[in-house]
Each structure stands twice: as structure tokens, then as C-alpha cells.
């Protein structure tokens, strides 16, 4: 029970610092308020937005229940997690933060928001291949290299 609290804390930081302070603050710094009407757009960025964020959520519980630890580098999970969200692709975590990324910018109709989604995914994949990557086969091994063999990092297989 400790683990999952942990991890909906961290979450819940991660989310709160880039995904909601963050952006907010892109959007107040150009001038961008909350759309009149919910219109086509807006109807989209609510569900790529909500996708996105079923698809981090799903992924802080498979980390909690199955990894036994959490999302943050300084608390990992203490078993490699290959099921879930993660049987599809490497790194659903930050796909799905940046779908919800995307909802906001399609929502808000924003450019700088677009631009912020944009740095947000290079800094990911910069993350996962030089810190993530590297960690991971320190922890766990050949079971680490059978999964990336097996699983891709950004594009599930069909």
C-alpha cells in the first residue's frame, strides 16, 4: 500500500510541475486564455488529453503493483516492469505526458504549448538514452536486453 502512495505522490509532482505548472505558464506568458466555446479542437485536445493521461496513470500503477517502486530515478522499481502499458513500448510514461501535452496545445490552439510538447519529448528521449537506458541494464541485466530486444522504445511493433 506504502509503494502505491509513493508513487501517486511522485506522480502527482511530475504531473503538477510538467504538465499543469508548466504549460500554465506558457500559456500565460503568451497571452493564451481558455477558449469561449468547445468547439472541434477543443473536443480533441479533451481526448487525446484524457488518453494520455489514462495511459501515465496505467503505468504509475504497473510500476507501483508489479514493479514494486515508482517513476522517480531516486525511488525505481525493484523488479523490471514488462507487463501492462509496458508489453507494448518501452516508454509509455512519457507517450502518454505527451499526448497529454498535446490535447492541451490542440485545447488551447497553441503554438508555444506545441513548441513546450516538442522540448518535452526531445528532453525524454535525451533522458531515457543517456540516463534511463544505461540505469536499466545496470539493474537488471539480461533481462533488461531480452525485453529491449524484444519490445521497441518509442513505436509499439504491429
Do not use: K
Not at 510538467?18 to 472541434?40: C, D, F, K
Not at 501492462?84 to 518501452?90: E, S
Amino acid at each position: 500500500m506504502f509503494v502505491i502512495v509513493r508513487a501517486l505522490t511522485y506522480a502527482t509532482l511530475f504531473v503538477g510541475l510538467l504538465l499543469i505548472y508548466v504549460p500554465t505558464r506558457v500559456l500565460s506568458w503568451s497571452g493564451i486564455v481558455r477558449p469561449t466555446a468547445i468547439e472541434g479542437p477543443q473536443i480533441a485536445g479533451l481526448i487525446v488529453g484524457s488518453t494520455g493521461a489514462a495511459v501515465a496513470l496505467w503505468c504509475v500503477f504497473a510500476f507501483a503493483s508489479i514493479g514494486r517502486g515508482t517513476p522517480a530515478p531516486f525511488d525505481p522499481p525493484r523488479r523490471l516492469v514488462t507487463r501492462g502499458p509496458y508489453r507494448f513500448v518501452r516508454n509509455p510514461m512519457y507517450i502518454g505526458a505527451g499526448l497529454a501535452l498535446a490535447g492541451a496545445t490542440l485545447f488551447y490552439e497553441s503554438v508555444s504549448l506545441l513548441a513546450y510538447g516538442g522540448m518535452f519529448l526531445i528532453a525524454s528521449h535525451v533522458f531515457v538514452v543517456w540516463y534511463e537506458e544505461p540505469a536499466l541494464r545496470r539493474m537488471f541485466g539480461s533481462e533488461y536486453e531480452t525485453y529491449r530486444r524484444r519490445v521497441r522504445r518509442w513505436r509499439p511493433r504491429m
